[in-house]
């Protein structure tokens, strides 16, 4: 059963009346399906008209949706023949970033990314996809040797940011996501990133410096929460909708700032509606782009990877 967000009250109520219809129906001998096909009809058409019309802050919900599908969702239903790989060979291993060799369609990539988790249980196991030192030395350690393969990187960015706790301070948190976002661009094979979720501060450019950055259709990348950024400009957290707005955080918005490449549309209601839907998708795009990179030669990657960043917030 999805759980329905704020702004999405409205449709709940419509849905509850189906519900209680649909059990008036099955109890009795009352002949009332015009009415919930009427009814359903007009709960599809407020949705479709509610998510054509999202707010930045409203797309921040969506992004953050506990039943929105995550890295170990698209594992299961666009790659197969998944190897996992753990640990850095300097501290251990780091469940917040998971990554391994896996198969997408019939081509073999190293697949990369961050894992929330969607129960308690696995949401703290996973720290709630917030990567320590140790997760982004990892996933340098998984694109060397995609590298020395020759296989293309594929990574799933979902994050609110790496983990600012002392710990992963005292192990050189700034110096690994530096060197992740480094050896990201120093890539000699193609690297197509995805934000399927949020794409949050540092932890989500250190797996996002890709010659392709896509976007699904609800995700939000930025510098900084929006309630982040509202508390440090307005000394409120209850201003991150304004902020949310001033930052240009979708994927419309970051498209046409040409900070990403390519918006992968979602199911109707979002992804965590329709996770087969959007799993669907996100492979015929991933596909499309894998194969248009392949034609390229090691330095015209690099050299294209280098252009990309540098041209962003030029004139």
């Given at each position: 059963m999805v759980s329905y967000l704020e702004f999405e009250k409205p449709v709940a109520a419509l849905d509850a009346r189906i519900s209680e219809l649909r059990a008036t129906a099955a109890e009795g001998d009352l002949d009332i399906s015009a009415d919930i096909a009427r009814l359903e009809r007009k709960s599809?058409?407020?949705?479709?008209?509610?998510?054509?019309?999202?707010?930045?802050?409203?797309?921040?919900?969506?992004?953050?949706?506990?039943?929105?599908?995550?890295?170990?969702?698209?594992?299961?239903?666009?790659?197969?023949?998944?190897?996992?790989?753990?640990?850095?060979?300097?501290?251990?291993?780091?469940?917040?970033?998971?990554?391994g060799f896996a198969t997408l369609g019939t081509r073999r990539v190293m697949?990369?990314?961050?894992?929330?988790?969607?129960?308690?249980?696995?949401?703290?196991?996973?720290?709630?996809?917030?990567?320590?030192?140790?997760?982004?030395?990892k996933a340098i350690r998984l694109m060397e040797l995609a590298g020395r393969f020759g296989l293309p990187v594929v990574t799933l960015v979902d994050t609110s940011g790496?983990?600012?706790?002392?710990?992963?301070?005292?192990?050189?948190q700034a110096e690994a996501i530096a060197r992740s976002t480094e050896a990201c661009l120093a890539l000699p094979v193609p690297m197509v990133a995805v934000i399927v979720g949020e794409g949050?501060?540092?932890?989500?450019?250190?797996?996002?410096?890709?010659?392709?950055v896509?976007?699904?259709?609800?995700?939000?990348?930025?510098?900084?929460?929006?309630?982040?950024?509202?508390?440090?400009?307005?000394?409120?957290?209850?201003?991150?909708?304004?902020?949310?707005?001033?930052?240009?955080?979708?994927?419309?918005?970051l498209l046409g700032l040409k900070v990403i490449d390519?918006?992968?549309?979602?199911?109707?209601?979002?992804?965590?509606?329709?996770?087969?839907?959007a799993s669907k998708a996100l492979a015929k795009v991933l596909g499309e782009e894998l194969d248009a990179l392949a034609k390229l030669d090691p330095k015209k990657i690099i050299l294209r990877r280098e252009e990309r960043f540098l041209a962003i917030g030029a004139e």
């Open positions: 599809a058409d407020l949705l479709e008209s509610t998510y054509k019309a999202l707010t930045p802050w409203q797309k921040t919900q969506v992004a953050r949706h506990p039943q929105r599908p995550h890295f170990v969702d698209y594992v299961e239903k666009v790659f197969t023949d998944f190897v996992p790989l753990g640990g850095d060979r300097l501290y251990g291993e780091d469940q917040a970033i998971v990554g697949l990369i990314g961050h894992e929330k988790g969607n129960d308690t249980a696995s949401r703290i196991k996973h720290n709630f996809g917030m990567g320590k030192p140790e997760g982004y030395r790496a983990f600012p706790g002392v710990e992963a301070e005292e192990r050189g949050g501060s540092g932890g989500a450019v250190a797996l996002a410096s890709a010659e392709r896509l976007m699904l259709e609800h995700a939000v990348y930025s510098v900084i929460s929006p309630e982040g950024c509202a508390s440090i400009l307005w000394r409120t957290a209850e201003r991150a909708a304004d902020a949310a707005e001033a930052m240009k955080v979708t994927a419309q918005d390519r918006i992968v549309s979602e199911p109707v209601g979002g992804a965590h509606r329709n996770p087969d839907a």
